[in-house]
């Protein structure tokens, strides 16, 4: 009798099920679950940071805490830091953001991606990798131990321009690249109808590209307003309200220069304030950060 | 009249874009200006020399700098494997995408908190909760320089654990970046011709993706490097060599944030080549990690 093709055939197909116990699909398993495992130690330390500041923090926040200055005493607070943070961050980003926004209004529509312009971009890179103590050290150099600024050597402002060299890079990148997004079409059409170049950046191709640089000038704001290190010899620090127009030319408290100091005393008292400073911090960028998120994504649709 | 406005925004944002190149070159002149004194009496001894003492006026960095290198690279061996498998498990189809996107999310958030409240952290939870670990560690393997010295507190051990928590992020978000970029061809082809998932991952992903990966994790390595705050208050900031990991140590940006604001004299202009030195460090590893990426860049 003969065999039936079909099944001759039969007897030549491989088995192609999927085999538990082969090396291969083994290692599969074991780098599969390892990724898993690593994926699960990289969110560990948001979660209990995260953690730790909202219950240590929230725990000893109170309404008083907010109309206290930071004399680091029984019954201080911390809201002249809170001031403190928000006028050096206003300070530096009313010098970054013209700056870096016109920097970056060069690179992408009169560059023309020239020699300079490579440079100029090659120099954004170099200078987002300077670290921010430098930062800090140059300030110092320039503008506090010089007293070039009316003759105050420590001060809001100085505390601001070294927040400002940190963000600049930042602001730049972020223009040039949303600038470069706005598809040329625009441009010609706008410079078709008779606008001077000037007119054609002005209402047509930065009103375009708002939303990308938005996001990135929040981001550099909510990075700026937690660096410490640019401010621990420039800015200083101050137990006192910041009042009127002194608080420019004076030390003055900020969030994270009052979370340096007191995390390291050993007064219980004050690190409880350093907690509650941190939980301010804290969530303050947090809501920064998911604002400049749902800015990109209302912008996407 | 429109001409000139024309001309003059020009002119504007032109020099606006030069402030960078200026603030840099000024930081560079600064601080080698303010270095040179310095420079002049210890030149390269300077370097290699450990003993750091202002009341007798004399200044070696080398506690520092090797500090800085060791607590960075240290930190690059713990967070790149870390970082790249987390990249991996949330650019493949492993657990669905919405969980993927917030393991992604809560990444990068981590990338948002400011390093001073890492370190407040790093002070009161994270050291006190490893020690017991780090004191078994010792008595296991304390016949090993490295791990010669009891665990006080803080330490090179848990400033290296505070700099992977800092530079995860970086790693993770570029190298997953860079994989999500590898287009989908490749990978069907990998799958076409019959590999597994970790086949293509290991021979075909990874490959066309590993020039971003390298530029991150150069990227982070810079990062590590200039990173002061954290570490400066969980490194115990001692001047004392010691090979032990366990011990006190000291890099050169905590040293600045440490002693910058109060020094004067020659120990001002001891900082000041100190933080030179992490300038070129810095500097030279962003400019390798840029030439790197141009180099790996795989055409596809």
């Keep these: 009798m003969a065999i039936s093709p079909t099944a001759s055939l039969r007897r030549d197909i491989p088995d192609l099920s999927y085999k538990q116990g082969l090396r291969r699909n083994l290692l599969n398993k074991i780098l599969t679950f390892l990724v898993g495992l690593f994926s699960l130690i990289a969110v560990l330390p948001l979660v209990a940071v995260l953690a730790y500041v909202l219950i240590k923090g929230g725990s000893v926040l109170n309404l008083t805490l907010f109309t206290a200055a930071s004399t680091g005493l029984e019954g201080g607070g911390i809201g002249n830091a809170v001031i403190g943070t928000i006028i050096v961050t206003f300070l530096s980003a009313l010098i970054a953001i013209p700056v870096g926004v016109g920097g ?17 971009r090659f120099g954004t890179n170099v200078m987002a990798g300077v670290p921010s103590i430098i930062a800090g050290v140059f300030v110092y150099a320039v503008i506090v131990k010089t007293k070039i600024i009316f ?7 100085a505390g601001g321009v070294a927040l400002s060299i940190l963000m600049l890079p930042t602001v730049i990148k972020t223009t040039d690249e949303g600038l470069k997004l706005v598809p040329d079409d625009l441009r010609r059409a706008a410079l078709g109808v008779g606008a001077s170049k000037f007119v054609t950046i002005l209402r047509i191709t930065l009103p375009s590209a708002f939303t990308p640089i938005a996001t990135g000038v929040v981001l550099s704001i909510a990075r700026a307003a937690g660096e ?55 969530l303050f ?5 998911l604002f400049a998120r749902w800015l990109r994504r209302f912008a996407s649709t | 009249m429109e001409k000139s406005v024309d001309g003059g925004f020009r002119i504007l944002a032109f020099l606006l874009a030069s402030v960078v190149a200026m603030v840099l070159l000024a930081i560079l002149i600064v601080v080698f200006w303010g270095s040179v004194d310095s420079m002049g009496r210890y030149g390269w001894s300077f370097l290699v020399t450990s003993n750091w003492n202002p009341v007798k006026d004399e200044y070696g960095a080398f506690t520092a700098i090797y500090g800085t290198l060791l607590t960075s690279l240290l930190a690059l061996l713990i967070a790149v494997p870390l970082g790249v498998g987390t990249a991996i498990f949330i650019t493949e189809n492993i657990i669905p995408l919405k969980i993927r996107t917030l393991i992604g999310l809560m990444v990068e958030l981590l990338a948002a908190i400011p390093s001073v409240v890492l370190g407040l952290w ?5 050291e006190p909760f490893i020690r017991p670990f780090l004191e078994v560690l010792h008595k296991i393997l304390g016949w090993l320089p490295f791990f010669s010295t009891d665990p006080m507190g803080p330490g090179i051990a848990p400033a290296v654990l505070i700099l992977v928590v800092m530079i995860l992020p970086i790693i993770t978000a570029i190298s997953r970046d860079s994989l999500n970029q590898v287009p989908m061809k490749l990978r069907q082809a990998a799958y076409g011709v019959g590999t ?8 075909v992903m ?32 001692s001047n004392t060599f010691s090979w032990s990991l366990l011990a006190p140590g000291n890099t050169i940006s905590a040293m600045l944030a440490n002693q910058f604001g109060e020094a004067d004299g020659s120990q001002v202009s001891s900082l000041m080549y100190a933080a030179f030195i992490l300038m070129i460090l810095t500097l030279v590893v962003n400019l390798l990690a840029q030439w790197l990426v141009k180099r790996l860049s795989l055409k596809y």
């Design chain 1, 104 to 120: 970056g209004i060069f690179l992408a529509e009169y560059s023309g991606g020239g020699v300079f312009a490579n440079f100029i």
């Design chain 2, 196 to 203: 597994t998932r970790w086949g293509a991952i290991l021979n």
């Design chain 2, 206 to 237: 990874l490959p066309a993706a590993i020039s971003g990966i390298v530029g991150g994790v150069m990227l982070a390595l810079g990062r590590a490097m200039g990173e002061t705050m954290a570490v400066t208050m969980i490194i115990g900031n």
């Design chain 1, 285 to 289: 960028i947090l809501l920064i950060n």
């Design chain 1, 228 to 282: 410490t290190a640019p401010l621990i010899f420039t800015a200083l620090f101050s137990p006192f309200w910041p009042e009127g127009f002194d608080a420019f030319f004076n030390p003055i408290a900020t969030l994270s220069v009052l979370i340096y100091n007191f995390a390291t005393l050993p007064y219980e008292s004050q690190n409880e304030l350093a907690w509650a400073a941190s939980f301010v911090l804290v």
């Design chain 1, 151 to 157: 003759g105050n050597s420590y001060s809001a402002i």
């Design chain 2, 122 to 126: 790093a002070i009161f939870v994270m």
